[in-house]
């Protein structure tokens, strides 16, 4: 089976990312599976994509031995003001409203957004992907936009017990399947492909099939 470094040390983005390649016909290889310890890319850009493609090209100029997956999720919340509008940087937004960010931090701040426009509140999220590769002496890159639509993704006042380590959005977020909202963080593994997986494999696919 062909493999594929994935970069990040973010634990449901790995997860993620092993069942998406799994079924591309490829495995997904963490930092910790290889016992890397590369230093992480600056990020300078401002879009899910372009950040994603840097953050790729960062990891491969490290590391040349596979291809390299990056990922950057960003999300839009519909309708808020500046002050509630985290612009795509939410640990940097979390941090700035509690003093420092963790995942409970994340779900006050958004189910507490969320009150404040009359306890719910559309919300699109974009999830940039890139793939890069030594061609030669050569770092190819190449990257790609996966998008859900505001009407199928929204953020709630009342906050799930059930969580979600590195995802502070998913006790407070709910999605629509087949009819029925249902929170991010208690979706079953098939409903996660109905709502995201299916979306982000198409774009991880036609990222390999130009590599």
């Not at 491969?60 to 519909?78: E, G, Y």
């Not at 979390?94 to 963790?102: D, E, F, L, T």
């Not at 404040?116 to 990257?143: C, N, Q, T």
Request: glycine share 8%.
């Amino acid at each position: 089976m062909k493999q594929i470094l994935i970069a990040t040390t973010n634990p449901g983005k790995i997860m993620t990312a092993k069942k998406i390649l799994a079924r591309l016909g490829y495995e997904g290889l963490s930092f910790a599976d290889l016992d890397l310890k590369l230093e992480e890319p600056e990020e300078t850009k401002l879009t899910a994509e372009e950040i994603a493609a840097e953050k790729a090209l960062g990891y491969a100029r490290q590391f040349k031995d596979l291809p390299v997956l990056a990922r950057d999720d960003t999300n839009v919340l519909i309708g808020v003001s500046e002050e509630d509008d985290p612009k795509n940087h939410n640990k940097e937004f979390v941090a700035r409203k509690m003093g420092k960010y963790s995942d409970e931090n994340g779900e006050k701040v958004f189910a507490g957004i969320a009150h404040k426009y009359g306890g719910e509140l559309p919300v699109r999220f974009d999830w940039g992907y890139a793939l890069a590769w030594h061609d030669g002496d050569e770092i190819k890159v190449v990257s790609a936009l996966a998008t859900t639509g505001i009407d199928k993704t929204k953020i709630v006042e009342k906050i799930s017990p059930k969580k979600v380590p590195g995802f502070c959005f998913a006790p407070v977020m709910q999605v629509l399947i087949d009819g029925e909202w249902k929170y991010d963080s208690e979706l079953t593994e098939e409903d996660s492909w109905k709502a995201y997986w299916g979306i982000q494999a198409d774009t991880i696919k036609g990222l390999i099939d130009k590599m």
